[in-house]
């Protein structure tokens, strides 16, 4: 039996090989995955996991503690409590985290998944993500996850939405429905980066809005592949929170060090 599940193994394997989203090579795991969520230990089985290979592990940057309590940025110092950004203004969302620093061959890592149709990196980034934070995703009592939308003239174009596919492999891992139908993007903004602060806030305050049908929803999460400035969460958090959602959470693949 245990020679047939091995076969099986090899040849899927040798059907759709795994890739390790961060260095792009092939490689096979060697077992699968466990986090604790809850009480409970949620096992992934070898077959189903796509972890990072053992290389890069050790070459990119997990975020760690001492990291801001608001928005999930890694702090320089222990003695703060929240990054500058967060010291100076007020967030949407009522928590956030983030599993890598965004840089290098994250960012390579996260600009093949949106351009170079490597989808099944999405699946990585939430079991990554789960082993990180199981823990305190679960406690959030989640209603629901919801990705932060693209302008569907975008991700017509794409073909698909990043962030959907983190979300719906994060919500099937939790256990939450994934809800992509509640948040729609209404205008197609500017890319962030080309503007300063001011701007990408003008750009995003107008940049969502709730389905017709409503939201009857206590507490999200909501999911991104990258955290910058949070003005993309904020400007989403907005939205919901005003159509009477109380609780907003965001979690992100990556967070950009020193905004
Ligand atoms: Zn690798
Ligand atoms: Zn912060």
């Known amino acids: 039996m245990r020679r047939i599940v091995q076969g099986i193994r090899v040849l899927l394997h040798l059907l759709y090989p795994k890739r390790c989203p961060i260095c792009d090579r092939v490689w096979r795991p060697r077992e699968g995955m466990e986090f604790s969520m809850g009480g ?4 992934i089985p070898v077959s189903c996991a796509y972890p990072v290979c053992d290389t890069c592990k ?14 999930g940025k890694p702090l320089e110092g222990e003695r703060q409590e929240f990054c500058g950004d967060c010291a100076r203004k007020e967030h949407a969302f009522l928590q956030g985290k983030a599993l890598w620093v965004y840089k290098g061959a994250v960012k390579e890592s996260i600009y093949r998944l949106k351009y170079g149709n490597r989808r099944e990196y999405a699946v990585s980034y939430a079991q990554e993500l789960l082993r990180q934070y199981g823990g305190w995703l679960y406690r959030r009592q989640l209603d629901a996850v919801i990705p932060i939308p693209l302008h ?54 107008k940049a969502f809005k709730i389905a017709e049908n409503g939201v009857q929803l206590d507490c999200v999460l909501l999911v991104d ?18 159509a009477g959602v109380s609780r907003v959470y965001a979690v992100s693949v990556s967070i950009g060090r020193g905004y």
Do not use: H, W
């Open 58 to 71: 050790g070459q990119i940057t997990y975020v760690q503690e001492p990291a801001c309590k608001q928005c």
């Open 152 to 205: 569907r003239k975008r991700k017509r174009q794409r073909g698909y939405n990043q962030a959907e596919l983190i979300a719906r492999e994060l919500g099937r891992l939790l256990e939450v429905p994934v809800r992509s139908d509640v948040l729609l993007r209404t205008v197609n903004t500017r890319p962030q980066k080309e503007l300063n602060d001011k701007e990408r806030k003008n750009n995003l305050k």
């Open 225 to 242: 592949d990258i955290y910058t400035t949070g003005s993309t969460m904020d400007g989403a958090a907005q939205v919901l929170k005003e």
């Open 40 to 43: 409970r230990t949620v096992k």
